[in-house]
């Protein structure tokens, strides 16, 4: 069964950088499309970064020039490095393949705070 587990997440300030890991089990991650997104309370699920099977990457406009999507294959887990952060990116963050299974579950994701 495919699992992520996200970890990194914590309380910044603004200006400040954190970097977030999303250890796979259930899956390699250097065979599908992998994904981070953020959920801010009140606010719909969002897609921040996208890294492909074939290394093509896609940030969603406010994370392009802050964030950073890695991959280390040896250890089957896919980074985001977000520097320069904002209140503003204050969300639960989650990892997860771009396609999902049906009755793909979240994982518990990493809260990132980020105070001005």
């Known amino acids: 069964q495919m699992q992520m587990v996200e970890s990194g997440g914590g309380l910044a300030q603004a200006g400040e950088s954190l970097r977030l890991s999303c250890t796979a089990s259930g899956t390699t991650v250097s065979n599908i499309a992998m994904a981070w997104y953020r959920q801010a309370p009140g606010k719909e699920r969002e897609l921040v970064a996208r890294v492909g099977s074939g290394g093509k990457i896609y940030y969603a406009e406010f994370a392009k020039g802050r964030f950073t999507i890695s991959r280390d294959n040896s250890r089957n887990t896919v980074f985001l490095q977000m520097n320069r952060l904002k209140p503003e990116d204050t969300a639960m963050y989650y990892c997860?393949?771009?396609?999902?299974?049906?009755?793909?579950?979240w994982g518990q994701g990493t809260q990132v705070t980020v105070s001005s």
């Open positions: 997860a393949p771009q396609s999902r299974p049906d009755g793909w579950t």
